[in-house]
């Protein structure tokens, strides 16, 4: 059987300073197809970004976290991937966890496998601040009940699709900001995709966190808003069946 493609997708803003060093962990069998979407950068990731030999797409104006990801998976899926990782270009996860992700993909169980920094501690230890840490263990605890689903956490960047998963939802439609992710998760859910998670550990530093208080505030109101939305779904869906 033909190995699957897997394509990496970094979304990045001014990242110039923890590209190289993200990509460097990459295992070496992965680092063939690796796409690196640049927001509108004012630093060199572009630059740095062309020097490692990486296909880069360029906005030419900050457009946000949701847009580019919009970018980054509609550009792997046109370069044929079977499987889409998406990394941090900021050095916050390890990339050499993208081999038992995509791993576990290919053993057919799954079709979405999220890196996750609580299970196994790896959120404190790697320094997430205290606040940022009890509003994820709040906010999954939330949504687990909202969805049904039994997540460790939502709010992780560090994610492997496949190619079906990622076409089976409207991302499109999605949010041009950081609450993108927590969409994705939700319409992937909807669409009954099987969630897998690995332990992840993850850094923090002040180059692999740009997200403030009140973005942070944003994101998780927003979070809340678009899980309620997901259970008004299902209860009427289950007045319908019933
Ligand atoms: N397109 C876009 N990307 C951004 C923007 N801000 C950050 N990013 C990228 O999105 C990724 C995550 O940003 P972070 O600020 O680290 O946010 P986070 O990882 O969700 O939050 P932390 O837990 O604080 O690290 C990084 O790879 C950044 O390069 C932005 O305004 N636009
Ligand atoms: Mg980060």
Redesign the pocket.
């Known amino acids: 059987m033909k190995a699957p493609k897997v394509v990496i997708v ?6 110039a300073k923890t590209i190289r060093k993200t990509y460097k962990d990459i295992p070496s069998e992965f680092k063939k197809h690796v796409i690196m ?1 640049d ?2 950068s004012t630093d060199e990731s572009v630059k740095v970004a062309r020097m490692l030999g990486l296909t880069v797409i360029r ?1 030419n104006k ?7 990801q919009k970018t980054c998976y509609k550009a792997a899926l046109k370069a044929g991937a079977d499987i889409v990782v998406m990394l ?3 050095y ?1 996860y390890p990339s050499e966890l993208i081999a038992p992700m995509v791993a576990m993909l290919k053993t057919g169980h799954y079709d979405v496998i999220l890196g996750s920094r609580i299970l196994s501690g790896g959120a404190l230890r790697g320094g ?2 205290l606040y ?1 840490y009890i509003a994820n263990r709040l906010l999954t605890f939330v949504e687990n009940l909202l969805t049904g689903a039994k997540l460790s956490e939502y ?1 992780t ?1 560090f994610r492997a699709y496949t190619r079906n998963a990622l076409k089976s939802v409207n991302y499109e439609q999605n949010s041009d900001d ?1 609450v993108f ?1 927590n969409q994705m998760l939700l319409q992937l859910l909807s669409r009954g995709n099987r969630i897998g998670e690995i332990s992840s550990p ?1 850094r ?1 530093f002040p180059e ?4 403030n208080f009140l973005r ?1 505030l944003r994101y998780g109101i927003g979070c809340l808003y678009y899980g309620f939305g997901y259970f008004l779904g299902r209860i009427s869906r289950y007045n319908n069946a019933s």
């Open positions: 970094m979304p990045a803003y001014n990242t979407t927001d509108g906005h900050n457009k946000g976290y949701g847009a580019n941090h270009p900021d916050q997430m601040p940022k709010h960047g950081f992710d993850c923090y692999a966190s740009s997200i942070s």
